[in-house]
């Protein structure tokens, strides 16, 4: 059973009611022994194409191992969000 999730909605005015269109599960009883955490990745299909939930589950997976100090400036309010966009637009696919 997942220990945690991730779920992440559109924009509404009641966020409560929001159907999520991704959500991650998390499945750490292997973390201790194995170091291994096993995701499993849910989209809406009138929301999200498998490969765009393919695409999102990479650039989490990218940003929460690999770039944890964007995450936190992001969390703080110190993220910048023109550069960040510029700098997914210009990578290489």
Do not use: C, W
């Not at 201790?32 to 589950?57: C, I, N, Q, S």
């Amino acid at each position: 059973m997942s220990d945690q999730s991730l779920a992440s909605t559109p924009p509404r005015r009641n966020p409560a009611g929001a159907q999520p269109y991704f959500v991650l599960s998390f499945y750490v009883e292997l973390a201790a022994e194995k170091d291994v955490v096993l995701v499993r990745g849910d989209v809406t299909p009138a929301a999200l194409t498998h490969m765009e939930g393919v695409k999102l589950l990479a650039l989490v997976r990218e940003f929460y191992l690999d770039k944890v100090d964007e995450v936190a400036a992001f969390n703080r309010g110190s993220f910048d969000f023109e550069k960040h966009v510029n700098d997914i637009l210009t990578r290489p696919s």
